[in-house]
C-alpha cells in the first residue's frame, strides 16, 4: 500500500552545536526500513517527470521499486546502469532543482526523497555486496581524458564499458578534482570518493595523477601519441577576485585554496592534526553559494568563533541550495545580507584585520526583472576579522586553451561546444562540465561527460 504521507521520511542528522566542531558527516543516512518506507511514497508515474529531470537519466521509479521490496542489490544495478557515482551524487546533487523538483508528490507535499534514496543504495552496496567479475572486449582505440573530476571519470567510465583503453590525466596528487579538493569532508567523505573512483578503476581506467594537461603534454601531443580521441573535462579552477583595496593582505584566501589545504592536506583532521590554514577568531566569507556555505561552514569546525557570510544581494537571491543555507544557520554563521565589500583592512605587518563594507539596498529591476543592489550612502562600517575568504565563482584555467591551437573559447574562458556532441572546434577534441558551462553542479557535469562519450563512440565507431 503506499505511503501517501504529505513529508519525507527525516533524515537523521548531527545535532548542530556538536557537528559545528567535527568533520564528520551532517546527514547521518536512512536505515533499511526508513529507505523501504521513503520508497513507498513514489506513485510510479506513467511519465515518470523525475527523469526528466535527472542529467544522467537514471530510471528512478524502477530503483525506487526495488527498494520498496527490500532488494537494493537490484536497485544499485539500475542505479548504476546511468550513474556511475550514486553514493556521491546522493549526497551532493540539487535534487530539489532537478528529479525531485518533478516530483508529482511535491506538488501538494514534499517530493520523494530520491537523493536519500541513491544515497542509501549506494552505501549498502559498498558495505554488504561482493565483488562481480569485469569482462569487457576492447575495440583497440584509445581516448584520452582531461581532468578527473565528475565530468572527466564520468566520461572515463562510459568509455571503458564500450572497450576503449582510456587514461585520465589528473593534474593535482589525488583523483577527484573537485570531489577531493573542493567539498568538504562533513558533506562528502574523502573515503567514500575513493572507493567510487575505484570502481571505475576496476573496470580498466587508467588514471596518471600529477600530469598537467598543457605543460608536462599538449592535447595534439597527446594525439600523437595514438589516442583517437580527447575529453577535456579541466573544471574551473581559476578564482575570481573583487579587485578592492587589500585583496593582497596576508590572511586573504580564495574560496578555492582555502578549501583544497583543508581536503588535500587533512584539515578535515583538525584538532588531531595542526590545520594548514590560519583562520582566526573572525572570519568574513565574501559570496552565498554553495562554495561559500561550504567555506564559512569548514571555517567554524577550524576553530573561528564568529563567522561571517556578507553578500551584496537579499537572502532570497542566495544561489547556495537551500539545505546548505538551513544548515549554516544552524550552525551559527551569521549572515550579512545586503552588505557589500569595499576594502579588506590590515595592520603594518600586512595581515588582515578588519573589513570595511557597505550596506545595500535593491533597486529598480532591470530588463530580466531582477532588481540590482545599490550601495547606501553613508552606511559603510567595519567588521573585524582576521581572515577573509572570497567565494563569488571560479572559472576555466587558460593552460589548456593557449596551448592547443583550433580551440574556440568564449570570451570568458570557457571551452565553446556543439551542444548535442560536446565536440569543439578543434576535431575529435570534446569537453564538458565547468570547462565549458563556468562553475557548475557535479551532476551536470557527469552528464555532459556522458553525453560526450557517446559521441566519441559514435564517431570512432564509424572510422
Known amino acids: 500500500m503506499a505511503n501517501m504521507s504529505l513529508k519525507k521520511v527525516p533524515m537523521p542528522e548531527q545535532a548542530p552545536d556538536v557537528r559545528n566542531k567535527n568533520f564528520k558527516e551532517v546527514a547521518l543516512g536512512y536505515t533499511a526500513e526508513m529507505a523501504m518506507e521513503e520508497a513507498g511514497r513514489c506513485l510510479n508515474c506513467k511519465h515518470k517527470p523525475c527523469v526528466q529531470g ?10 525506487i521499486a526495488k527498494v520498496a521490496e527490500g532488494d537494493f542489490e537490484a536497485a544499485y544495478e539500475i542505479i548504476t546502469s546511468e ?14 532543482n532537478q528529479c525531485e523538483g518533478k516530483c508529482v508528490r511535491g ?21 554488504n555486496a561482493a565483488e562481480k567479475a569485469i569482462n569487457i572486449e576492447k575495440n583497440g582505440k584509445k581516448v584520452a581524458v582531461v581532468g578527473c573530476g565528475p565530468a572527466g571519470i564520468t566520461c572515463a567510465g562510459e568509455l571503458i564499458k564500450k572497450g576503449y583503453d582510456v587514461t585520465v590525466f589528473e593534474a ?39 600530469v598537467i594537461v598543457g605543460r608536462s603534454v599538449t592535447i595534439d601531443e597527446l594525439m600523437e601519441d595514438g589516442y583517437e580521441a580527447v575529453f577535456v573535462g579541466s573544471g574551473a579552477g581559476l578564482p575570481r577576485f573583487l579587485n578592492i583595496p587589500g585583496e593582497n593582505l596576508l590572511g586573504v584566501y580564495s574560496a578555492n585554496e582555502f578549501l583544497t589545504r583543508v581536503n588535500l592536506m587533512k584539515g578535515y583532521d583538525f584538532p588531531n592534526a595542526p590545520t594548514p590554514v590560519k583562520v582566526g577568531k573572525n572570519v568574513a566569507v565574501v559570496g552565498a553559494g554553495n562554495v561559500a556555505m561550504d567555506a564559512a561552514r569548514t571555517a567554524k569546525r577550524l576553530g573561528a568563533e564568529n563567522v561571517y557570510i556578507v553578500y551584496r544581494r ?7 541550495r537551500l539545505e546548505e543555507l538551513h544548515h549554516a544557520k544552524e550552525e551559527g554563521i551569521i549572515f550579512k545580507f545586503l552588505n557589500n565589500p569595499a576594502a579588506v583592512l590590515g595592520n603594518d605587518a600586512g595581515w588582515v584585520t578588519g573589513m570595511e563594507v557597505v550596506k545595500q539596498e535593491l533597486g529598480e529591476p532591470d530588463a530580466s526583472g531582477r532588481r540590482s543592489p545599490v550601495p547606501v550612502a553613508g552606511s559603510n562600517y567595519v567588521i573585524d576579522v582576521d581572515t577573509v575568504i572570497i567565494a ?7 593552460l589548456i586553451r593557449q596551448t592547443t591551437p583550433g580551440l574556440e573559447t568564449q570570451r570568458w574562458g570557457g571551452i565553446i561546444v556543439e551542444e548535442e556532441t560536446m565536440e569543439t ?4 577534441v570534446y569537453a564538458g562540465g565547468d570547462t565549458v558551462t563556468g562553475a557548475a553542479t557535479v551532476i551536470l557535469a557527469m552528464g555532459a561527460g556522458k553525453k560526450a562519450a557517446a559521441a566519441i563512440d559514435a564517431k570512432l565507431s564509424a572510422k
Not at 550513474?83 to 546522493?90: D, E, K, Q, W
Not at 563569488?392 to 587558460?398: A, V, Y
Open 54 to 63: 535527472c542529467p544522467v537519466n537514471v530510471p528512478i521509479p524502477e530503483f
Open 83 to 96: 550513474n556511475a557515482l550514486p553514493a556521491i551524487c546522493g549526497r551532493v546533487c540539487p535534487q530539489e
Open 172 to 210: 593535482l596528487h589525488k583523483p577527484g578534482g573537485v570531489l577531493v579538493y573542493g567539498i568538504p569532508e562533513f558533506r562528502l567523505p574523502k573515503a567514500l570518493v575513493a572507493k567510487e573512483i575505484e570502481s571505475v578503476e576496476k573496470l580498466g581506467v587508467k588514471i596518471e595523477t600529477n
Open 425 to 428: 572546434s578543434k576535431p575529435c
Open 107 to 127: 506538488i501538494k507535499g514534499e517530493p520523494v526523497g530520491i537523493g536519500r534514496m541513491e544515497r542509501f543504495v549506494a552505501d549498502w552496496h559498498m558495505a
Open 314 to 320: 537579499s537572502e532570497e537571491e542566495a544561489p547556495a
Open 392 to 398: 563569488i565563482g571560479q572559472s576555466p584555467n587558460p
